[in-house]
Nanobody, 124 residues
Framework: VQLQASGGGLVEAGGSLTLSCAVS????????VGWFRQALGKECEFVSA????????YYEDSVKGRFTMSRDIAKKTTILQLNSLKPEDTAVYYC??????????????????WGQGTLVTVSS
């Protein structure tokens, strides 16, 4: 599985960005995708996750109502829409993937595949 994230950039507080992650692999059965982020000097933290073909999406509390994760199955892409951005959202955002679903989806160690990251900078 390979993941290629894109879409990061510099935006003012209150603005929006759309992150995309192209997913390549031989099988998408029992597959899940997620997004994590890491701010400078801080630990990597969970942002959102969902099953590839599931209806439920999970979000970290601080992004609920502002970020939306979706999938375009035909294009094999996961998208993270970031709205109402705040300076504290500044981080490198990583898309992740795994086979199977874990109730510990918020734990970085449960995700086997990671993209290279894309930087989001929110100015105040």
């Amino acid at each position: 599985v390979q993941l290629q994230a894109s879409g990061g950039g510099l935006v003012e507080a209150g603005g929006s960005l759309t992150l995309s992650c192209a997913v390549s692999g031989s099988s998408f059965n029992n597959f899940a995708v997620g997004w994590f982020r890491q701010a400078l000097g801080k630990e990597c933290e969970f942002v959102s996750a969902c099953r590839w073909t599931g209806s439920s999406t999970y979000y970290e509390d601080s992004v609920k109502g502002r970020f939306t994760m979706s999938r375009d199955i035909a294009k094999k892409t996961t998208i993270l829409q970031l709205n109402s951005l705040k300076p504290e959202d500044t981080a490198v955002y990583y898309c992740t993937a795994r086979y199977g679903w874990s109730v510990s989806y918020y734990d970085t160690s449960t995700w086997a595949y990671w993209g290279q990251g894309t930087l989001v900078t929110v100015s105040s």
